[in-house]
């Protein structure tokens, strides 16, 4: 039986259209997995999405649609995306299918059973955008998320509580007995210092919103993200918590393949992943996965991805322009995984008239041309062999012993720069041997035969060894070398073999696999696709005003008396506001955003001297402040309790 190895992405959330970081994760794994097939490793790739909350309840109801219509479009862009760059995975998880949500609740009954879930009333601050609970010390200045930024607002409700604190030791113990359990070492550190300033019992269940998997007997309580989201990892693989003690059939792909070798992550969201699901397992009796890896974000020429600044990477965009190859290459060799990364649409040329087109494809053209001209396109013998043929082969094999230290670190820059070490030395080895003047001479014909073969042989290999980075480059490279375009190992020793390519056969057409790309021509044409959303957030801009103007406005701190929807009107609030000298109707359109009840009995900042302006048939004295995001929610600006109505906000 061969080995086995399981690899999964998160499951990327449905309230946003996938974009470069969902691009490089996947990439990543989707390497990681043609890697160990290549090897002979029985491989599975797990991908999908995450379905449930209230962001998505609250952005299908702006679009007049039902959570799973808005879920259900969102998905087919995954689909489309991932067919378009390669992505190999085995299944692809969605947390609205009946197999998942029956396991989630069967998992929740038997932590439920154990009597490590228990009912309670959570009372704290919120982050809707984080959907995270936190206490008055973990918020940042100002009362700010401590993980967005953003504002929070004080909540209570009822709810079930996973019993995390419990499993505190257990889960030191463990990362303690297994450093490479969190990947890389600085991600351990900081999940290390989190545990041990004491884990605290985990919110898992909402009754603010409906859009989620039900508790079991308890309707009124949705399961919440941790529990619902996480469990993905053995939904997929058919994990039942009913069958003691293993949760498997002997027939199952959760006997198959669990543990997981690797979860791929964001940063982002590596506590949830190397704290949370490791101590649910714990409690399930689980094993843990075998390795976590917290990868970088991806900021834009210095500059975090923004709508409103229009350098969103658009991956669909990228790939018309580069080629799915190209980007692939240049996502997992520009930047060290597990570090942020600048992406800039000039490096991306030139890594691709550099590396691709000048080092590897010009070694190609070049040195397959040559066989054509001087053996009729036939791979001469590997005859005649000297020191400089021996060196070649030599770092063919160190390449692969490299090779394979590297890609157990996914350490895929290092895996790129080795296997391009082997081509620049090839590059160099054909300046040196001269096979264009050896040519001139009939009586050096055998060598200047084992010259071109050791260089298609080294391309042979480094078809071998880009396969899982570029496979539709690596095949077309095969093809040109007359050999099978498909590449099946049953053992990873294979890839250091040497003077494996066999003489007699008949090269391919060869042809350039990376043409060079014009710079000013590529850039003129991203400028040009850039160009509406740069205008609009160019429009966005308001123009500097002097300190006298902005002293006319007078923002104060008003307490909310009461909150109601204005009838017939999906977007309005009227609130009764208490200024400190008198109550005042203000009508704010964030009702897509907040209901009635969230905002009875808060402090709010508001101009006070805005002009009055009737809204539905109601007269607005006011405007309340509010941070609003790319996707049109607010965030209003909730101000401490003890701040008195009327106090002024300068």
Known sequence: MSERFYISTPIYYVNDVPHIGHTYTTIAADTMARYQRMCGKDTYFLTGTDEHGQKIEQAAQKRGMSPLQLADEVVQRYHK????????????????????????????????????????????????????????????????CPDCGRPTARMKEPTYFFRMSKYQDQLLAHIEANPNFIMPESRKNEIVSFIKEGLRDLSVSRTSFSWGVEVPNDPKHVIYVWIDALTNYISALGYDARIEPAGYVDDSLFKKYWPADFHLVGKDIVRFHTVYWPTMLMALGLPLPKHVFAHGWWTVEGQKMSKSLGNVVNPFQMIDTFGVDVVRYFLLREVTFGLDGDFSYKALIHRTNGDLANDLGNLVTRSLGMIGRYFDGIVPPADFCEQADEDIQALIIHTANEYHKYFAELAFNKVLASVWALVSALNKYIDEMQPWALAKDESKRNRLGMVLYTVADGLRAISNFIAPFMPDSAKKLRAQLGMSTEIAFADAVELANVNELKAGSKLGEVVALFPRLDEKEIMAKIQAEAAPVADKAAKDEKPQI???????????????????????SDKLLKLTVNDGKAKRIIVSGIAATYAPEDLKGKTLAFVENLKPVKLMGIQSNGMVLSATDAAGKHNLLFLPDGVPAGTIIK
């Open 546 to 568: 002097a300190f006298d103007d902005f002293a006319k406005v007078n923002l104060v701190a008003g307490f909310v008396e009461d909150a109601e929807r204005v009838p017939k």
């Open 81 to 144: 995306l991932w067919s378009l760059i390669g992505i190999t995975n085995n299944d692809f998880i969605r947390t609205t299918e009946p197999r998942h949500k029956k396991i989630v609740q069967q998992v929740f009954q038997k932590l439920q059973a154990a009597g490590d879930i228990y009912a309670g009333d959570y009372e704290g601050w919120y982050c809707t955008p984080c959907e995270a609970f936190w206490t008055e010390s973990q918020l940042g200045e100002g009362g700010l």
